[in-house]
């Protein structure tokens, strides 16, 4: 089976909420992954936030070009997500 992601959610700075065709399903920080000049912008949180997922090549994408292989992504070790508190009253 070739691998594809076929949900994506930006959840945080550098943080995918990700959804794969083997049933998977995690919250990946993408951080490890951010080596050399095409994945430079992909630091700034703003610019994350534009990813959107690429249902023809089965992975995640930004304007610039980046993107990752889903298998690289798969690789990565789940995160907790981020919580927001609420106010005790």
């Not at 951010?34 to 690429?54: N, S, T």
Request: hydrophobic share 45%.
């Amino acid at each position: 089976m070739i691998l594809r992601i076929l949900e994506a959610e930006v959840c945080g700075p550098q943080l995918l909420r990700l959804a794969f065709n083997d049933g998977t399903r995690k919250t990946i920080d993408v951080r490890p992954l951010l080596h050399g000049p095409i994945f430079e912008p992909l630091r700034d949180a703003a610019y994350f936030a534009l990813a959107e997922l690429d249902k023809v090549c089965g992975t995640v994408v930004w304007p610039n070009g980046a993107d990752f292989a889903p298998e690289a992504l798969h690789e990565l070790s789940p995160v907790d997500e981020p919580t927001t508190l609420r106010p005790t009253a």
